[in-house]
C-alpha cells in the first residue's frame, strides 16, 4: 500500500500509553452503577407511592404511571447487579487507564470550573478562560494563539446569540460594565 | 396527486433568498460537525438548536434538518479518509472506502459515497412524501388506547429488537420514562418526584440531557482515545464525478437493495447501524467474488452509505406521521418541534401544511445543495482535522453549554447538561445504550397521558388496549416484539427460521 499520498497528519504527543495499568474494571463499574440506579428506583419508587400509586374515581393517581416504572428500573439494575457479579469473577474488563483517566480529568475539570465561572462571572468571560486556558495549559499551544482564538470564539458567539439572534446568555460584571 | 401539489406547494415556501441561505448554512455547519472528532449528527443538532429558537418553524426547521443532511455527509469523509468513522453507521464505509483511498482512489470513493448517500436519502423521501400523508390520515383516527398501544411498540421493539443486553435496554428506557415524569403532573396538575427543589419544577429538560449525554460525553470519550491521525488528502474533479457516475447504472441492484433495507430499517428504531452492515454484507454476499470485498471495491461503500442514508432519512417517517422518533437525531428534532409550539402526531400534516411540506421539500433540496456542496468542497473539510483537538474541545463545551441554557434561560441547566455528560460517559463505557434513554425521555409524557387516558377512557380496564381490532394487534406485535428473543430461539429449536451469521467488524 502507498504512504505517498499522505497529506494531512495530526500528532498527538499526549496521548494516553497503550500499556498503562488499569484504575478499575468494567465490573465494578457496572455494580457501583446498579446500585446507584437501585438506590434511585427506591428513592423515586418512594417518593411516587407516597403522591398516590393506586385508582381513585378518575382513574390512575398522579404517582402510577412512575412508580410502576421505578418497579422496573429497580428490577433491571437489581438483575444487573447480579450478572455484573457473576460475570466479575471471571474476565476483568478495564474501564479506564491511569493514562485514559488523566486526559479525562483534563477536559473535565476544566469543564466544572467553566460551569462555575459561568455561575459567577457570566458564560462569554468564562468561555474565554476555558478556551485560552485549555489550548495553552492542555494543548500546549503558543500563548498568543491561544488568546485570541478564545477571543476570536467568544466574540463570535457573542455576536452570533446575544446580538443577532437574541438568545440572552448569562452575563457579569464585565459585560454590565459595557452596558449589556 | 394530492401530495405532489403540496410538494410544489413546499417548494414554493422554500424558494426564498432567506430559507436558501440558511439551508447553506446548516449544511456548512452540518459537514462541520460531521468531520469534527466527538461531534456526530445528534450533537450537532442539539448544540445548534437554540439558534433557531427566534425563527419561525419552517426556517428552523430547514436549518436544522440540513444540518443532519450535512453531518451524514460528513461522516463519509473522515472514514474515507482518514480511516475514522464520524458515525458508528459510518464503519461499514471505512471497510472498502479507507483501502480505496490507500490506493488513491478517494476522490473516487468519496463521490461514491456521496452519490449514494443522496440516492438512499432521496428514495427515503420519495417514500415520505407519499406514504407519510397516508399514515398521518390513518392515524387521525387514532385515540389515546391506539397511541398508547404504538407507543409501547416502540419501546418494545427497542428491548427485542436491539443488539444489548435486554436488562441494559430496560434501564436505560425506565430512567429515561421516569425522568420524563419529573416536575409537574400534566392530567392532575401536581408535583412528583421534585423532592421539594424548585429547580425541579421545570422537570428535566429533554434537550439539556441530550446535550450533556451526547455533547459532554463525547468528548470525555474522544480524549480517552488516541487522536493522532493520519489521513489522505483529496480534491475531486468533474472527471472523477462524471465517470463514477457513468458506472452507477451497473449497480443499481445494489443501490436499491440497500435502499429498500435502509428504509425498511429506518422506520424501526436504531435501524442505521444495522442498515449499514447488512447492506454491506448483503452486497457481500451477492457479488460473484465476495474475497474482493474489504479491498477497495466500489460497491463496499455505495452498498452501506446508500443503506445509512435510507436509514437515515426515512426515521423522520415515523416522526412526520405519528410522532414517534425513529432515530435520535429524530428524536431531537421532535424536540425542537415541541419548543416551537408545534405539536408532533398526525395533526401536523393537517394543521401545519405549511411546515411539514416545507420540511419535505427542504429534504429534496437540501440534499442536492449537499451533494454539490460536499463535492466543490471536500479538501476544505478535510483540513479541519488538522486543527489539534485542544482547540476543538472547550469550543464544543462552551457550544454546549449555550445550547443548554438557551432552552430555558436556566443556570441549573448547565448543571444537569453536565452531569448527564458524566452519566453518558459511564453508560457507554459499560454499554447502558443511550439511545432507548433519549427516546423515552422524549415520549415519557406522552406515552403516560395516553396511557392514563385510555385507562380514564376504560374505567381502568388493561382490556380496553385489545378493545378493537387495530389496537389489539399493535399491542400484540408489541408484546410478541418484547419477548421476539425467546419465539424466535423456540422457532429455531423447532428449524423454522435460520440464525443469521454475526456480523463481522
Redesign the interface.
Known amino acids: ?3 505517498t ?8 504527543p499526549t ?2 500509553e497503550d500499556d498503562s495499568p488499569a484504575v478499575v474494571s ?1 465490573g465494578t ?2 455494580i457501583i ?1 446498579c446500585l446507584l ?1 437501585f438506590a ?1 428506583a427506591v428513592m ?1 419508587g418512594y ?2 407511592w407516597r ?1 398516590g400509586a393506586s ?1 381513585d374515581s ?9 412508580f410502576y ?2 418497579v ?2 429497580g ?3 437489581l ?2 447487579l447480579v ?1 455484573a457479579l457473576i460475570t466479575h469473577r471471571e474476565a476483568a474488563q478495564t ?2 487507564t491511569r493514562a ?1 483517566a488523566r ?2 480529568m ?3 475539570v ?3 470550573l ?2 462555575l465561572v ?2 459567577f462571572l457570566g ?1 462569554y468571560v468564562a ?1 474565554f478562560l ?2 485560552a486556558g ?2 495553552r495549559l ?4 503558543a500563548l498568543w494563539k491561544s488568546l485570541l ?1 478564545a477571543f476570536l ?2 466574540a463570535i ?1 457573542f455576536v ?2 446575544d446580538v443577532a ?6 452575563k457579569g460584571p464585565l459585560e454590565a460594565a459595557f452596558g449589556y | 396527486m394530492e401530495a405532489f401539489g403540496l410538494l410544489l406547494h413546499g417548494f414554493a415556501v422554500l424558494l426564498t433568498w432567506k430559507t436558501l441561505v440558511l439551508m447553506m448554512v446548516g449544511l456548512v455547519l452540518g459537514i462541520f460537525v460531521g468531520v469534527l472528532p466527538g461531534l456526530g449528527g445528534p450533537n450537532g443538532v442539539a448544540i445548534l438548536l437554540p439558534l433557531t429558537f427566534t425563527m419561525d418553524p419552517t426556517s428552523a426547521i430547514v436549518m436544522l434538518s440540513c444540518i443532519y443532511w450535512g453531518a451524514l455527509f460528513g461522516g463519509a469523509i473522515t472514514s474515507i479518509l482518514f480511516n475514522i468513522p464520524g458515525e458508528a453507521w459510518s464503519v461499514a464505509t471505512t471497510f472498502d472506502g479507507y483501502p480505496m483511498a490507500q490506493q488513491g482512489r478517494a476522490a473516487e470513493a468519496l463521490t461514491a459515497a456521496f452519490t449514494s448517500s443522496f440516492i438512499g436519502s432521496l428514495v427515503a423521501v420519495l417514500l415520505i412524501t407519499f406514504l407519510a400523508p397516508m399514515i398521518s390520515s390513518f392515524a387521525l383516527k387514532f385515540g389515546p388506547p391506539e397511541f398508547f398501544a404504538v407507543y409501547l411498540l416502540t419501546f418494545c421493539s427497542f428491548v427485542g429488537l436491539g443488539r444489548e443486553p435486554k436488562h441494559k435496554t430496560v434501564i436505560s428506557m425506565s430512567l429515561g420514562l421516569l425522568l420524563a415524569g419529573v416536575g409537574m403532573d400534566t392530567v392532575s396538575g401536581q408535583l412528583r418526584m421534585t423532592f421539594g427543589s424548585a429547580e425541579l419544577l421545570r422537570g428535566i429538560n429533554f434537550l439539556v440531557a441530550v446535550i450533556g449525554l451526547f455533547g459532554i460525553s463525547e468528548i470525555l470519550l474522544t480524549m480517552e482515545e488516541r487522536l493522532a491521525l493520519r489521513g489522505h488528502a483529496a480534491s475531486i474533479s468533474l472527471r472523477v464525478v462524471l465517470s463514477v457516475w457513468k458506472d452507477l447504472p451497473k449497480y443499481w441492484v445494489t443501490l436499491l437493495r440497500s435502499s429498500f433495507i435502509g428504509c425498511w430499517l429506518g422506520i424501526t428504531p436504531g435501524g442505521a447501524i444495522a442498515a449499514s452492515f447488512m447492506g454491506y454484507n448483503l452486497a457481500k454476499r451477492f457479488a460473484r467474488d465476495p474475497e474482493s470485498f474489504g479491498k477497495g471495491r466500489i460497491e463496499g461503500v455505495f452498498a452501506p452509505e446508500t443503506a445509512a442514508h435510507a436509514s437515515g432519512t426515512s426515521a423522520l417517517l415515523p416522526m412526520l406521521a405519528l410522532g414517534i422518533p425513529g432515530s435520535g437525531t429524530a428524536a431531537i428534532l421532535l424536540g425542537g418541534l415541541m419548543v416551537w409550539g408545534l405539536n408532533p402526531g398526525p395533526l401536523l400534516f393537517v394543521e401545519h401544511k405549511d411546515f411539514v411540506w416545507g420540511l419535505i421539500a427542504s429534504m429534496y433540496l437540501g440534499n442536492v445543495v449537499g451533494l454539490v456542496l460536499v463535492l466543490t468542497t471536500v479538501p476544505i473539510f478535510a483540513s479541519i482535522l488538522r486543527v489539534p483537538f485542544a482547540a476543538v474541545a472547550p469550543m464544543i463545551v462552551v457550544s454546549c453549554a449555550i445550547g443548554a441554557y438557551a432552552i430555558q434561560n436556566a443556570m441549573f441547566d448547565i448543571w444537569l447538561m453536565l452531569g448527564f455528560g458524566v452519566v453518558g460517559y459511564v453508560f457507554k463505557k459499560i454499554g447502558i445504550p443511550l439511545a432507548p434513554f433519549t427516546l423515552a425521555l422524549v415520549l415519557g409524557s406522552r406515552a403516560e397521558d395516553a396511557f392514563r387516558l385510555s385507562m380514564i377512557g376504560s374505567g381502568g380496564d388493561l382490556k380496553v388496549l385489545w378493545s378493537n381490532g387495530l389496537v389489539g394487534s399493535i399491542t400484540t406485535l408489541a408484546i410478541a416484539l418484547l419477548f421476539w428473543p425467546v419465539i424466535d430461539g423456540l422457532l429455531a429449536r423447532v428449524g423454522w427460521t435460520q440464525r443469521a451469521r454475526p456480523v463481522p467488524r
Open positions: 500500500m502507498s504512504q499520498d499522505l497529506e494531512i497528519v495530526v500528532d498527538d496521548a494516553p468494567s463499574i457496572e452503577v440506579l434511585l423515586l417518593d411516587n403522591t385508582w378518575t382513574g390512575p393517581e398522579p404517582g402510577y404511571f412512575p416504572l421505578s422496573i428500573l428490577g433491571g439494575s438483575y444487573g450478572a474501564f479506564v485514559q486526559r479525562v483534563a477536559v473535565f476544566p469543564t466544572l467553566f460551569c459561568t455561575q458564560l468561555s476555558l478556551i485549555f489550548m492542555v494543548g500546549k499551544i482564538t470564539f467568544t458567539m452570533t446569540f439572534f437574541d438568545v440572552i446568555m448569562p
